[in-house]
């Protein structure tokens, strides 16, 4: 069974104070992973796929990286317009494979 | 704008009663989906479609059904028989063809009960 595991549930940082999420995975051959970011009360919004360990992608304050067991999601100098919930998600290899979601980070950034 | 609707945005149901939320999207996508989201939980898969008139069952499909008649359109009933129906709700698409290719979420349906 595939499972994934955000930490830490709940971030609070300043404005400009750097950190990072973390999303572990277990799964039987990684077609892709993904980060999306959601704010209250809409859906989540698409933010990174990633494919294979060692890949990176960035997206202003954003980077996303990926190793065999977890990727990390780095907030460089977060601006409180970055609060949000992140959530992870996993493909699977086998078949047609749907998506399993982590439970998500809540990140909340003070000014 | 492309994207997908989902309506209506908040919805309440008395007990014993059937709801339909809609899903629409005009992306061209092949495939649909339904989730539930619960507060501190992970999105959990309800129902799928990878093609028009048919789908298949997610992890929580008691008490759920769909229909697919048209490659836009993605209705989800949730019937009397889901007992604990409060909930957030929200539809995705994605290209079916090209695996790897992320699914795109609409506003979602907030379920509650009278």
């Known amino acids: 069974e595939d499972q994934v595991t955000q930490s830490p549930e709940a971030l609070r940082l300043q404005e400009g104070e750097s950190s990072s999420l973390n999303c572990s995975y277990t799964?039987?051959?990684?077609?892709?992973l993904f980060w999306y970011r959601q704010d209250p009360g809409k859906g989540p919004e698409f933010l990174f796929t990633?494919?294979?360990a060692g890949e990176e992608k960035e997206k202003e304050r954003l980077k996303a990286t990926l190793t065999k067991k977890e990727s990390f999601l780095h907030i460089t100098a977060p601006k409180p317009e970055d609060s949000a919930t992140y959530l992870c998600?996993?493909?699977?290899?086998?078949?047609?494979?749907?998506?399993?979601f982590g439970k998500g980070t809540m990140l909340l950034v003070s000014p | 704008d492309g994207g997908i609707t989902q309506s209506p945005k908040y919805l309440f149901r008395k007990e014993g009663q059937n709801v339909t939320l809609s899903c629409e999207q005009n992306?061209?996508?092949?495939?649909m989906y339904w989730y539930r989201q619960d507060p501190g939980q992970g999105l959990r898969l309800i129902y799928y479609?990878?093609?028009?008139?048919?789908?298949q069952k997610g992890d929580i499909a008691e008490g759920y059904s769909v229909s697919r008649e048209k490659k836009e359109s993605f209705p989800l009933t949730v019937t009397s028989a889901q007992k604990n129906p409060t909930a957030f709700y929200l539809c995705?698409?994605?290209?079916?063809?090209?695996?790897?290719?992320?699914?795109?979420f609409g506003d979602g349906t907030r379920l509650s009960i009278l």
């Open positions: 995705a698409s994605s290209i079916e063809k090209a695996w790897n290719q992320p699914q795109h």
């Open positions: 799964v039987s051959g990684l077609r892709g």
């Open positions: 990633l494919y294979s």
């Open positions: 998600a996993v493909q699977a290899k086998r078949g047609y494979s749907t998506l399993t």
């Open positions: 992306l061209n996508h092949d495939a």
């Open positions: 479609s990878q093609i028009v008139n048919d789908f």
